[in-house]
């Protein structure tokens, strides 16, 4: 999927951690940079993806933007906080393995697979972009 590698790279990748608190959702004041509107354009035209959140890195979490029903009110506001655990879950674990010797070493792209749906994540310095499809179409 072209889009998500290009969000990925807009994104650009960071080390700051994301708390499982509360989620919040953005104010009207929020801006986007023109290179990560043109990607989430890009994204909502694919066909097989379902949805997408745009979050911001800060405590708490704050969906800045979503698109698609799976992440509308309530259960947009779980996914959310589930991203921000998983992410902040993988770098706690990739630093406890490499005996905080991961000095510039980063999470860039996650891939997480069942059997019904993939979900995409990309934690960026600024932002963390999820994106949920369906990998059977």
Sequence with gaps: MSALSTASATASTGTAS??????????????????????LTMLTSHRTVLGYMLLSR????????????????DQGKKYASAIGRIVES????????????NEGDEIKFMRIRTKRHEIMISPGERYLLAVLHDPTS
């Design 18 to 39: 994301v708390s499982s608190g509360t989620v919040s959702n953005a104010s009207a004041s929020m801006v986007t940079p023109p290179e990560l509107e043109h990607t």
């Design 58 to 73: 800060s405590h708490p979490i704050t969906i800045i933007r979503h698109s698609g029903v799976v992440f509308e009110g």
């Design 90 to 101: 993988v770098q706690t674990g990739l630093e406890e393995v490499s005996g905080g010797h």
